[in-house]
């Protein structure tokens, strides 16, 4: 896909799917520091697998948790090495490229504070900022926004591009909110048909039927008369095109001198409970789909790109080890990126727990050493000047007790 | 089968009505026949009466001037072209003698903005009705009697055919509902009655042209009789002499009155005709409306439609008993259709059914807006999915509507996936996914299609699945 670097028109706008801030919100104080920082949020939905996405190589255990689904430094399609310890699944050359730059941090073994396993529950913990699940409105970055002074460019009238129904959770709120919806959706994913038809084999024949010959579904005759049906080869390349244009187009609208400095984008597929394809197949598409955006924000960002963090978060992680069809199943740690080049970066932030079975959460998951939400404090104090006060009281309620985590930006 | 009060609730809302809205299971769930009954006993009900919608002979005219004005425009054109084709290019003199014609303003040309307006009313009648029994009922019989906007003509008075002759009458009788299709100018155009000339009129006597059967055998096969009934070839042939000279002003003839329907003498076929069985003498008009009325008294009338009736709300292969007790309604009322309405969902079979039946696109379309409490901005993605998915509105491809039966709509299903997906991304964020299943299938859903939902990886997701749920899709 060739990118041009121009100030995105109002097509273009309306081609991705996502949401900026309007101008009225710009962070003041940063501002005054002659700074202009950007801040964009990539909410992953369905639950990354975080050990799949960066592996710990080095751990004793690693292999004989994920047997043949474990990613390493050896084989066909080798890791790529960040530290003496962790790897980065092969799908992913631009994050490894930006993380031997300096404009990479990955933050492992992370999680909200939420511990059950409900994707649309975890789902609002993640952006609401919460402690728990509930009937919520308003999420940590619209308030975070809210919370700043607002800029001298301030203009009234500029909230009547507060448009558009579909902005996620974590930008709904106070602070008005520029969100476009594009004129072209993503295609119905693989993951949803699969589940579909699942639902149908099980309650509908008819139903079922109709549906795998309409979508031209091949069917492999195995000898003995057995036939498996395979799905057809997923829309991979659909779907690293719209990655790359809705972050790409985020991007540029955040590169203007005149646009808005904080955005959200939410990709969705991540739920991978069969057939993970961890190496090649669905993970390893999705991976290098979120790479391509990453690249394409870079390259949008232009100039702006040392003044921006990226990070991308998802509601939690997955079970340490594979289940019973070749995938993995709601966990609770996982993995955080934090790109751009304001970061303090090339290093993997861990406080690593382990992977023997009595280190593990409730003997299955990953188990969190790191509050997600520090992270996040971390970049919205160091990076926007959000006081810590308001990160305790308005941004992240009732945790006075998450301490920021320091040194996550360049120093200007 | 008994169904606790909250399924039949949610059963007489997905089967009778246009599914249910936020609220509606529990509202009904005390005594969901009665709620279908006062639906139809309230005033005004399956009417759309609204200032900015044009009567049938407006919009005509309306749409007739348009394109008297477009080819006076296209004239003036060539004459101008003509005019300059002597002259060099950049001859600014004779560029200044004879200027271009004022281009036409942009957006759709006025007969489809006549049909776009109506098709937006009928889709928001649809979107807010409470039931929506109503509303399906002027559906059913609206595509039982049949028009369509690609004839010409047709387009800019389709919405208001089925406001005048559908609307008016589908809580009346089914005779005055038969009359005030079949002389409707939109029918009239659309099955070629408008052109049809009886041979021994004084139009049949001057000019080559003649009789046109086609009004005449739709009435008997698909309006009235049904196929392989009770008539015969003969009987279509009279018929149509009989109805010749039941036409439409032309804009030539009238241009104050161009689109109105007339019964022009001088093409009616003067002489007494004999259809299925009953002698008619030539009294004009007069002729026609009798057939009309002796047909919509007809046993093997009753028995088709009510069938059909049948078939389109509860099975492709309704009950026998259900069948019988509605036809005998029917004769027993001279063609009450509110009667009919009332005896269908107070009979015990339309409930016992099995929710087999595949929801029509339309149905199933207006079905998940209001599932999740959601207006449309704007009408032309509605129409789009109901192109999408084959039944593009007041469109059908030929006389006989578009089918009742489930399975030339399963072809559609891959499409339906991906409109779900994409109305499930435009208002997922907004919803909450738990509440809407609740009030939508709630009480319907199995286990597997509940933790399908549960499960989903997002609320698009999970909102998606809803859609596409068997349960959504049948009733």
Known sequence: MIMSLHAPSRRELLLASGTLFAWAYLPKIARAEGRDPRFLVIVLRGALDGLAAVAPVSDPDWIALRGDKAITLEGKTPALPLDSFFALNAAMPNLSRMYKAGAATIVHATATPYRERSHFDGQDVLESGLGRPGAIDTGWLNRALAALQPDGRARGGREAFAVGPIAPLVVRGPAPVLSWTPRRLPATSEDTLSRLLDLYRHTDPVLSRALEERIGLVTIARAGGMDEQQPRAPGANQVRAYFADSAGTAAKFLARSDGPRVGALAFDGWDTHADEGVIAGRLANLLGALDGALAAIETSMQEAWRETVVAVVTEFGRTARINGTDGTDHGTATVTFLVGGALNGGRVVADWPGLKPNRLHEGRDLKPTTDLRAVLKGVLRDHLRVDESTLASKVFPDSAAVKPMPGLLRQA | ?475
């Open chain 2, 1 to 475: 089968m008994a169904l606790d009060p909250k399924a039949e609730a949610a059963l007489a809302l997905h089967r009778f009505g246009f599914g249910p809205r936020p609220g509606a299971i529990a509202g009904l769930a005390g005594d969901p026949r009665g709620a279908l009954i006062a639906e139809l006993d309230r005033a005004g009900a399956g009417r759309l009466d609204s200032p900015d919608l044009l009567s049938s002979a407006i919009a005509a005219r309306t749409a007739l001037q348009f394109q008297q004005a477009q080819r006076a425009a296209r004239r003036a054109e060539r004459a101008r072209r003509e005019a300059n084709a002597g002259n060099p290019p950049g001859d600014m003199k004779a560029e200044e003698q004879t200027p271009p014609p004022a281009a036409r303003p942009p957006g759709p040309a006025v007969p489809q903005q006549i049909y776009l307006d109506e098709a937006k009313a009928r889709i928001h009648a649809a979107l807010g009705a409470e039931i929506g029994f109503a509303e399906r009922l002027v559906w059913f019989w609206s595509n039982h009697f049949c028009v369509s906007a690609d004839k010409g003509g047709v387009r800019p008075i389709c919405g208001a055919y089925e406001r005048e002759a559908i609307r008016r009458n589908v809580l009346g009788r089914f005779g005055d509902m038969l009359l005030a299709a079949e002389s409707h100018p939109a029918m009239l155009i659309y099955l070629d009655n408008a052109r049809s000339i009886g041979p021994d009129s004084f139009a049949g006597l001057r000019q080559k042209r003649g009789l046109n059967e086609n009004l005449a055998r739709e009435i008997l096969e698909l309006h009235t009789l049904g196929v392989r009934s009770v008539y015969t070839q003969e009987d279509v042939t009279n018929f149509a002499n009989v109805i010749t000279g039941w036409t439409v002003i032309g804009f030539r003839q009238d241009p104050m009155r161009a689109g109105e329907f007339v019964f022009n003498p001088n093409m009616h076929q003067p002489a007494a005709q004999t259809v299925v069985g009953k002698h008619y003498p030539d009294k004009g008009m007069e002729q026609g409306r009798a057939v009309l009325a002796a047909l919509a008294r007809h046993p093997a009338t009753a028995r088709h439609v009510c069938t059909k009736l049948a078939r389109h709300f509860v099975a492709d292969e309704p009950a026998p008993a259900l069948v019988e007790r509605l036809t005998k309604r029917f004769l027993d009322t001279q063609g009450d259709l509110k009667e009919m309405a009332k005896t269908l969902v107070t009979s015990p079979e339309a409930w016992m059914a099995p929710s087999a039946k595949l929801k029509r696109p339309g149905e199933w379309i207006i079905g998940s807006f209001r599932a999740v409490g959601v207006t449309p901005p704007e009408i032309g993605p509605v129409m789009q999915a109901h192109n999408l998915l084959g039944e593009p509105i007041w469109r059908p491809s030929a006389p006989k509507g578009f089918p009742d039966e489930s399975a030339p709509w399963l072809d559609g299903l891959a499409q339906r996936l991906d409109i779900a997906n994409q109305l499930a991304r435009r208002v997922g964020e907004q919803v909450n996914v738990r509440e809407v299943f609740e009030e939508t299938l709630g009480p319907l859903a199995s286990a597997d299609t509940r933790q399908a939902i549960a499960r989903a990886e997002s609320r698009q997701q999970a909102l998606a699945l809803l859609f596409m749920a068997p349960e959504f899709q049948r009733r």
